[in-house]
C-alpha cells in the first residue's frame, strides 16, 4: 500500500469511490424500507433503522474526508430518526423476549396477569412508536432529510484533496474504529456488574457494529480481510446484543416486580423469577464474550489493514 508507481497499472482500489457507492446502496435500502414500514411490513421498521444506523456509521467513521458542517447536520436529522425507529423497534423486541420467557414457565409459575401487563403494555407502546414514524413520515423535516441523504450520495462533499478512492485513508479510519472498540472493551471489562457494567458493554456493542459496517464499506478494498472481520465483529455484535436485551428486560422486571408486588390481585413472584433467568442470562453470554472478542481482534482479522 506505498505510494503509487506511474509505470504500474493503476490500483484498482484507487480506481473506484468505495465511500459513494456505500452511501448510495444507503439510500436505496432507505427507501425500500421507508416503503416497507408503509405497507405494513413486521420487519420494516427493523430494516429503515439499520439503514439508516448505516448511513449514520459511514458519515463518522469517514469523517476525515468530509466537509463536516454539512455531514454533521445530516447526521443529528439521521439520529433524530432512529431515536424515532427505536421506540417503535425496541418494545416489540422486548416483548417478544418477555412473552417467550413467559411460554417456557411452568403453568403454576404464572402467578397474576403478568402477560397482560408486560407483554400488552410492550406492544402498545411499540404500536405508539410505530404511529409517531408514521406521523414523522409526513413531515417537512423527514422528506428533507431524504433529500439530503440522496444529495451526499450523489456527490459526496469531500474535503479539498480527499475522496472515497483514497485507499490508505479509507483503512486508517477503519483502524481507528478497531482501536475505538478496544478502548471500550477495556472500559467495560473494568466495570462491577451493575448499570455501569451493562452500559459499558453496550457502548461496546455500537463500537463494533460500526467496525462491521467499516468493513462492509472497504470491502472492495480487500475482499476478503474486509469479509472476514465483517464476519466477526457481527458475531460479537450478536453476541453483546443478546446481553443487552437479557439485561434491559431484567431491569424492567425487577422494576416491575417490585410494582405489583405490593398490590391486590397481583404477585411479583413471576417477575422475580423471570429477573433472575435474564440474570443468568448475562451470565452466559460474558462466559461467551471472551473468545468471540478474541477472534474479531485477532491479527488475522486485522491483517488487511496494515499500513
Not at 8 to 21: E, L
Not at 91 to 99: I, Q, T
Not at 117 to 135: F, H, N, P, S, Y
Amino acid at each position: 500500500m506505498g505510494a503509487s508507481d506511474p509505470s504500474r497499472p493503476p490500483d484498482a482500489r484507487q480506481s473506484d469511490d468505495v465511500v459513494a457507492r456505500r452511501l448510495a446502496s444507503i439510500v436505496a435500502a432507505v427507501e425500500d424500507a421507508t416503503g416497507e414500514v408503509l405497507a405494513g411490513s413486521p420487519e420494516g421498521v427493523h430494516d429503515l433503522r439499520v439503514a439508516i444506523r448505516r448511513g449514520r456509521a459511514c458519515l463518522r467513521t469517514f469523517r476525515p474526508l468530509f466537509e463536516r458542517d454539512r455531514t454533521e447536520r445530516l447526521r443529528r436529522e439521521l439520529g433524530w430518526m432512529t431515536t424515532m425507529l427505536g421506540s417503535a423497534r425496541d418494545p416489540e423486541v422486548l416483548a417478544r423476549r418477555l412473552a417467550r420467557r413467559l411460554d417456557r414457565l411452568d403453568v403454576e409459575e404464572r402467578m397474576g396477569p403478568v402477560r397482560r401487563e408486560l407483554v400488552g403494555d410492550c406492544r402498545a407502546e411499540a404500536d405508539r412508536g410505530r404511529a409517531a414514524v408514521l406521523a414523522a413520515f409526513e413531515t417537512v423535516r423527514f422528506r428533507r432529510l431524504l433529500v439530503e441523504l440522496a444529495a451526499v450520495a450523489a456527490c459526496p462533499p469531500y474535503r479539498a484533496g480527499r475522496s472515497g478512492r483514497d485507499a490508505e485513508t479509507l483503512l486508517g479510519c477503519v483502524r481507528k474504529e478497531v482501536r475505538r472498540a478496544v478502548r471500550r472493551a477495556d472500559r467495560a471489562e473494568a466495570q462491577a456488574p451493575g448499570p455501569r457494567r451493562d452500559a459499558a458493554f453496550h457502548d461496546v456493542r455500537k463500537a463494533a457494529k460500526r467496525v462491521r459496517y467499516a468493513a462492509e464499506t472497504v470491502r472492495p478494498l480487500a475482499p476478503t480481510g474486509a469479509r472476514r472481520l465483517g464476519r466477526r465483529f457481527e458475531v460479537l455484535q450478536d453476541v453483546l446484543g443478546e446481553r443487552q436485551d437479557a439485561a434491559v428486560a431484567r431491569r424492567l422486571l425487577v422494576r416491575e416486580g417490585a410494582r405489583v408486588g405490593v398490590q391486590v390481585a397481583h404477585n411479583g413472584f413471576t417477575y422475580g423469577l423471570m429477573a433472575e433467568q435474564e440474570r443468568a442470562s448475562v451470565r452466559a453470554v460474558e462466559r461467551r464474550w471472551p473468545g468471540a472478542w478474541r477472534r474479531a481482534t485477532s491479527k488475522k482479522a486485522r491483517r488487511f489493514l496494515s499500513p
